[in-house]
């Protein structure tokens, strides 16, 4: 399965979005990250914690922006990808949210979540094949 598949649309922010939105954005999708992307490319990715870490560090962080606060040059997997090649890049990279991309332009987000809901579809689909193959068992 292509990783596209697993993608998710993504919350977008410019570079120069303050990031009082981007928390806004946050909060109000309810998602755990905001991909910023500039002519449709991803250049960064601004995480919950990276909002919390930026009050911390600067207390009042209505002067800041996107670009101030996110981490750059985000790892990026292609659409077409295997779907299986994302837990590698997630452990490879420690990313718990990944733009998916196309030609270097984003069609989505997978996210750890999206990999574990897969697998456990797809346990569930092995054990019912399993069940139907296998003889009943009588004690």
Same mark, same amino acid.
């Given at each position: ?19 009082? !939105?981007?928390?806004? &954005?946050? !909060?109000?999708?309810?998602? =755990?990250?905001? @991909? ?7 250049? %960064?990715?601004?995480? /919950? !914690? *990276? ?12 002067? &800041? *922006?996107?670009? *101030? @606060?996110?981490?750059? /040059?985000?790892?990026? @997997?292609? %659409? ?5 090649? &994302? ?8 990313? !718990? ?6 030609? %270097? ?6 996210? &750890? *979540? ?5 697998? =456990?579809?797809?346990? %569930?689909?092995?054990?019912?094949? @399993? ?9």
């Amino acid at each position: 399965m292509p990783v596209e598949h697993l993608a998710v649309e993504p919350v977008v922010a410019e570079p120069d979005t303050p990031a009082v !939105r981007v928390a806004e &954005l946050l !909060r109000n999708e309810g998602v =755990g990250s905001v @991909i910023v992307e500039e002519a449709g490319r991803p250049v %960064g990715v601004v995480t /919950d !914690r *990276d909002v919390a870490m930026a009050v911390a560090d600067h207390g009042d962080v209505s002067a &800041l *922006d996107a670009s *101030d @606060i996110m981490t750059a /040059d985000p790892v990026t @997997i292609e %659409g077409d990808a295997e779907a299986v090649e &994302l837990p590698k890049t997630m452990a490879e990279t420690h990313a !718990r949210r990944i733009p998916v991309v196309e030609d %270097g332009k984003l069609i989505g987000v997978a996210t &750890l *979540d999206d990999v574990v809901a897969t697998a =456990g579809e797809e346990l %569930g689909d092995i054990a019912e094949v @399993i069940e139907a193959q296998s003889p009943e068992y009588s004690p």
